[in-house]
């Protein structure tokens, strides 16, 4: 058990230009969240997936932001046309299906702090 | 809608014993997680309560009430690694879709 990574820690990018971050969960797991923090206040709901099943995205996220896991494994979240509001820390998480080991409680990558500038 | 509510801050003294409340109002309910977030670093699992009633675990307890849409956590014997944020979560769906309260920032004085 590795653990969940998430690349690259650190994005600094221009207003207007597309980013893409990657998520790697723990391999048993079959759920994977994306969350936003920004400081003061708590990770705030992305979207999720179940193998390679997206099964909700956030009413709050616009058209711009898209996330993918193609294979039920890594997983992409996409920002398009970034703007200075988008400037966060990007959590990815994973977790078990409750009853399987564990209570579904999640593990969090490290996430990539994006500065659009 | 969702809304958790959490005290911003708390301080307490090492050695002590502090509890942190959440109260939530959240459509859905399938149990409730308590996180610890070190400044910098990654929210990490500290309990699960689905029934109510207190969950104990080492040094940290956490307690349930459905009907009063309540959680309180409890830390005993307070350590300076302590000061951190604890940040209350729940689990709306069955598909463990959560939804998070903005955290106490506790600190910990000698």
Redesign the interface.
Known sequence: DTGVSQDPRHKITKRGQNVTFRCDPISEHN?L?W?RQTL??????LT?F?NEAQ??KSRLLSDRFSAERPKGSFSTLEIQRTEQGDSAMY?CAS?R??GTSG?????????TRLTVT | GQN?DQPTEMTATEGAIVQINCTYQTSGFN?L?WYQQHAG?????LS?N?LDGLEEKGRFSSFLSRSKGYSYLLLKELQMKDSASY?C?V?N?N?????????TTLTVKP
């Open positions: 759920r969240y969350y003061g206040q708590g990770p705030e709901f999720y179940q099964l909700e959590l977790s299906p409750p209570r579904g409680e999640q593990y969090f990558g490290p996430g | 958790i149990g997680f670093e990654a929210p990490t699992f699960y689905v940040l979560a689990v769906t598909a463990g879709k959560s939804t998070f309260g903005d955290g």
